[in-house]
């Protein structure tokens, strides 16, 4: 069964960088677009970045310029990097298929403080 287990939120200072983590297992990550969502508290989940199984990748307009989606074949993992954070940032982030969405997993905290 597919699996999407993100990892490396944590705390950090407006201005300052994160990179998350999403390894997927049962299935093969370059053959399918995918996402990284966030919801933060009170807000509905939105979509910041995509990337298809061509390569190409878009960002909602909130992080474009800022966020790069990006993605480890060998290592079947996909990649956020979260470049000048803001305390609008704050959220849990998730991976997943915007194409065929599966279960939401427990996803990655991230709180950016000001």
């Known amino acids: 069964q597919v699996q999407l287990v993100e990892s490396g939120g944590g705390l950090v200072q407006a201005g300052g960088s994160l990179r998350l983590s999403c390894a997927a297992s049962?299935?093969?990550?370059?053959?399918?677009?995918m996402g990284w969502f966030r919801q933060a508290p009170g807000k509905q989940r939105e979509l910041v970045a995509r990337?298809?199984?061509?390569?190409?990748?878009s960002y909602a307009v909130s992080v474009e310029g800022r966020f790069t989606i990006s993605r480890d074949s060998a290592k079947n993992t996909v990649y956020l990097q979260m470049n000048s954070l803001e305390p609008e940032d704050t959220a849990v982030y998730y991976c997943n298929l915007p194409l065929r969405l599966i279960d939401w997993g427990q996803g990655t905290h991230v709180t950016v403080s000001s």
């Open positions: 990337i298809t199984g061509a390569g190409f990748t």
């Open positions: 049962g299935m093969i990550i370059s053959s399918y677009t």
